[in-house]
């Protein structure tokens, strides 16, 4: 099992790093101070299986994100295309599209019409399997 930074362990097990420091004092996850030429800092063993690694408010989150449409503008002017959000950052937000753009934010594309979809979104989300609506 590796053992990271608070900061990796946070990206790999997509959770903020305040959840990680709550998992390390609760015991769901261990950690150990190590020096370093910088001083001494936690290290986070990452769970072997990081799909068992749970997090009630990562469950959360991504059960609302299911009640949201996938479909988002990567620009304030909701100009342009409209993409399949992937996955948000649970730190800040930092949307992946499955095209593989990323973008600063996401806005709203309430009521888009079909054809202004990236192409490239379309593709990647029939691929997977991915629902088309937009549970709006």
Known sequence: MP????????????VSQDVIRRNVRDGKLTA??????????????????????????????????QTLTPWWYDNPNK??????????????VEPFFLCGAKGEDIWPATGHQ?????????????????PMETRE
């Open 114 to 130: 079909t054809g202004d979809r990236c192409q490239e979104c379309i593709l990647e989300a029939m691929a997977q399997g991915f």
């Open 79 to 92: 100009r342009g295309f409209v993409h399949y959000l992937e996955s948000l950052g649970i730190e800040e």
């Open 3 to 14: 053992r990271v930074t608070i900061q990796e362990a946070s990206r790999i097990l997509n």
């Open 32 to 65: 150990a101070k190590e020096g370093g030429p910088n001083g001494t800092r936690w290290m986070v063993d990452i769970p072997e299986n990081i799909e068992d690694y749970s997090d009630d408010f990562k469950q959360d989150i991504h059960a609302l994100a």
